[in-house]
């Protein structure tokens, strides 16, 4: 049995939606936690609406997007504070995250408030980490210095980081545990892993850093006055997991064992280049087999495409397509729980 001291995964990630109303402040409540990550994408509205990346370590009105290699951009009307149960927003006139009438999905995780100093490693950090749920957000300046260690907080090693250059124009580097130090791959491209640069110089991250850059001085996770952020998760048993599996090719797909009910799964086709990045969660609409997808490097309304269940100790492919399920491909995921198989107060999860 998965047993974990989590027995209530929203006390540190939560899915939230919400309908925008076109006016300012927009509250969004019932989190229970402040969401010191907060990812957020217009869910319904077909025409070019970014995602939208904001964290407490940057802080507000500042915000990235998963689908653009675009430096950080300011918006006074971007998330206005960060709030014990949520967040409050401004008016959006780009459409991204407070239109009325348009339906909007935010995924949001714990991590420690605004964060504090970090002097692990060779390049100090400031650093908001959640041990508990592994977790943790890492803001460092580059030096353009070959095979440096910036230290995560964690307490436990990362099984993925993603890194955003935000002074200035570079895809999303991601390093994956089923991947390896050796390869690296963009979360906003369709591409597959590449070794055509080492932006981790080949090493695997430990309990304490993680090492950027094996060409002294690559722009995406390393160059001098520039300023990064690192989004780093470690796995909790019965609350994250971080793997890969597998397609068949086959509505009757292959089964992911995660030890908990998801909440929320990000996967990709590592093997077959064109498919994008999947985002489904347990809200949207909630019951199998429809679990809408939301594409991570697009800037799309969600797709209805049918294509997992969501179960009770992982989540079950029904789609034969190649961007979930694709016969001999290789995927990677992340995942977060609803609830786990069985918690340390020994109460069993149940199906859906």
């Not at 100093?117 to 353009?144: H, P």
């Not at 080949?202 to 390393?222: K, L, Q, R």
Request: charge should be neutral; proline fraction near 3%; aromatic fraction near 12%.
């Amino acid at each position: 049995m998965a047993y974990t001291t989590i027995n209530k995964s929203t006390d540190y990630f939560n899915t939230k939606l919400y309908t925008g109303t076109g006016s300012a402040p927009l509250n969004i409540t019932g989190l229970d936690f402040q969401p010191d990550f907060n990812w957020t994408k217009n869910r319904s509205t077909a025409g070019g609406y970014s995602h939208n990346l904001c964290d407490v370590v940057r802080g507000t009105t500042k915000y990235i997007k998963s689908n653009s290699s675009n430096a950080e951009q300011t918006d006074s009307n971007n998330i206005t504070s960060f709030n014990s149960d949520g967040y409050t927003l401004g008016f959006s006139t780009n459409g991204e995250h407070n239109v009325n009438g348009h339906t909007y999905a935010s995924w949001n995780w714990k991590a420690n408030g605004a964060g504090s100093a970090n002097t692990d490693g060779d390049i100090n950090s400031t650093v908001s980490a959640n041990t508990t749920a592994g977790f943790s957000i890492v803001k460092y300046s580059g030096n353009s210095t070959s095979n440096q260690t910036i230290g995560h907080g964690l307490g436990s090693t990362p099984k993925m980081i993603i890194i955003k250059r935000l002074t200035n124009t570079n895809s999303w580097i991601t390093y994956h545990s089923s991947l390896g130090a050796t390869k690296m791959i963009f979360i906003d491209q369709t591409s597959t892993p590449t070794t055509s640069a080492a932006p981790f110089n080949n090493t695997s991250p430990t309990n304490s850093v993680f090492t950027v850059d094996g060409n002294g001085g690559y722009n995406p996770v390393n160059v001098s006055s520039n300023d990064y952020i690192a989004y780093c998760f470690a796995e909790k048993t019965g609350y994250s997991k971080f793997g890969s599996y597998t397609g068949n090719g086959n509505a009757d797909g292959t089964f992911v064992y995660t030890g908990f009910k998801p909440a929320f799964i990000m996967l990709k086709n590592t093997e077959t280049a064109g498919n994008n990045w999947v985002m489904i969660d347990n809200k949207r609409l909630g019951y199998n087999v429809d679990n809408n997808r939301i594409y991570a490097d697009l800037s799309n309304a969600e797709d209805t495409t049918d294509v997992i269940d969501i179960v009770s100790n992982g989540f079950k492919h029904r789609f034969t397509g190649g961007t979930s399920n694709g016969s001999g491909d290789n995927y990677i995921y992340m995942a977060f729980a609803e609830a786990p198989l069985v918690g340390s107060n020994n109460v069993p999860c149940t199906a859906r």
